[in-house]
């Protein structure tokens, strides 16, 4: 695996309200374009941000100039779309899975409430295009029930070998409830092409509330099995753990053991070729400071050190970094500063894996990709 291009998808301009971009995220389809998404907005988390499309008809070595997707209001509340995560199913139509935040409800705040450890109410949003992504429909509320608390998403909406839809959303608490996490992922399946949905099937969860399942990225492997890589984080130890992997072969009732990949932390979602070759990316913030991905010959096996390449390193704009040793608040706090994470890769009509990630400084954070040979 070797790098064989790279570039910038979005520079920020230092002072305005584009200066930080996050959240990118990239979808190879079928026709050979490319499409990506990400949020812009003058800080990590403002109520001014907006999600931004383009597309590159070139694997990504040029985009176009974005367009803006609309923001609702849910509920007569202003808010502002914190993601985009775009698949495409196998008739062709596009879809667009998005999470909104209130802000109307708690005015000036943070997404995350550094001392009960809770989070501003959340709605998870559909949009989808019959036409190539040239027009898309009215966002439209996929329910959540109130036990899950605000619903994040933090992986596309994955269609199953059997046809149906399964969403991934992790729990999370309402902004002022001081009381114990015990936060899980669970999965929402729809028979209907994502006109209605069922009651939560919870994936993972550790019953005492000490390990938190962040960040859980899925697949879909070409023989239907679906496979995850979650970032792990000890609540009682303040510490994150390697990433683990599970692997499910009835989309999602039963799963292995998590395995220990034996590298840290942060993973992005897979991009898994047709012959199941996986390649992940992920963030080692506490160790090397850099953006790295490897590649296994299957969702289920080893990926093996030599494979590994550097994606991006942080050493050289470096401005101090978070203690692996911390407590919840100050661990959702500090979120909100990194400067550079989140990698998304997708697999390419041609046959080469798009890797997207955000870096810079607090003041503007761009949106990098890089192409990589398999």
Known sequence: MKIVASGTLHQGEVGSDRAVATFPMVLGLKDGRVLATYKAGPNKDSDRATLELCWSEDQGRSWTEPTILETPRIGGKKGSLWVAYPTQLSSGRLVLISMWVDRESFPGSKIFHAETEGCLPMTVLWSESDDGGRSWSPWRVIPTPAELGPPSVTSPLMELAGGRLALSVETNKPYLDASKWYQ??????????????????????????????????????????????????????????????????????????????????????????????????????????????????????????????????????????????????????????????????????????????????????????????C
């Open 184 to 373: 899980r992922v669970v999965y929402l399946y729809s028979e209907d092409e994502g006109r209605s949905w069922s009651t939560p099937h919870t994936v993972s969860q550790d019953p005492t509330g000490r390990m938190f399942n962040w960040d859980q990225r899925a697949g879909v492997a070409p023989d239907g099995r679906i496979v995850t890589f979650t970032w792990y984080f000890d609540s009682r130890e303040g510490t994150y753990l390697n990433i683990r992997r599970r692997i499910s072969r009835d989309e999602g009732q039963s799963w292995t053991d998590p395995e220990d990949l034996g590298f840290p932390d942060q993973a992005a979602t897979p991009a898994i070729l047709p012959d199941g070759r996986t390649v992940l990316a992920w963030v080692d913030r506490f160790g090397t400071q850099s953006i790295r991905a490897r590649l296994a010959p299957a969702i289920d096996a080893a990926f093996p050190a030599e494979t590994e390449i550097v994606l991006y390193d942080h050493a050289a704009v470096l401005r101090g970094r978070p203690s692996a040793g911390v407590n919840m608040a100050e661990t959702l706090d500090v979120m909100s500063d990194w400067s550079y994470g989140l990698p998304y890769a997708t697999v390419l009509s041609n046959g080469e894996v798009l890797v997207v990630y955000y870096a810079g400084l607090t003041e503007r954070m761009d949106v990098k990709w890089v192409r990589l040979s």
